[in-house]
């Protein structure tokens, strides 16, 4: 199977999606994360295979989207996609616990387990992994860094405008 990828231009940065032949979602990269991508010899480079997948991110980005409505794959061990398929169920404009998804996935000592899986969630803003905080409410670890995550949660009305990052 081919996959496609193709560049997406965001606030926070231009962002890469991939794809498999039939539109499915399989990673959407943070600019720091492109390279590797450029030398995979799997992917073809076609901005038009990733069409409605940026079409979706710029809703997000514009305030007009709140569920994405995008078929995903992320590639992963079991847990991940357990976690994964539990941040699907955060809404937007809401943040939990680490400590909170370990319950949810019926492991409530699992809680850096879920850190670590979301750290690896290959597909972040569509699975949103942005709104799990510490349990204290603290903003804790975010693969495309702690600023992105400060602006996500603020584009979703989660963190007032004037509070630091």
């Known amino acids: ?8 231009p965001t606030p926070v940065g231009p ?3 991939v794809v498999e032949d039939d539109g499915t979602l ?5 600019a720091d994360e492109t390279d590797m991508l450029r030398h995979d010899p799997a992917i073809r480079w076609d901005a038009t295979a990733i069409a409605e997948v940026a079409r979706q991110i710029e809703e997000y980005f514009a305030g007009d ?7 995903l794959r992320p590639a992963g061990r079991a847990f991940e996609k357990t976690v994964w398929s539990a941040l699907l169920e955060i809404p937007y404009g809401q943040t939990v616990s680490y400590g909170a998804i370990a ?3 019926g492991q409530p000592g699992a809680s850096r387990a879920v850190g670590r899986a979301n750290n690896r969630n290959p597909i972040p803003i569509v699975i949103p992994c ?3 905080i510490g349990a204290d409410g603290s ?3 975010y693969g495309g860094g702690l600023a992105i995550k400060t602006a996500l949660l603020r584009l979703e009305g989660v963190l007032p405008e004037l509070l630091p990052f």
């Open 1 to 8: 199977m081919t996959h496609w990828a193709g560049s997406i």
């Open 15 to 17: 962002m890469t999606a």
């Open 26 to 30: 399989t990673r959407l990269n943070f």
């Open 65 to 71: 989207r709140r569920v994405f409505q995008l078929p």
């Open 103 to 105: 319950r949810r996935i």
């Open 130 to 132: 942005h709104r799990v």
């Open 139 to 141: 903003m804790v670890g």
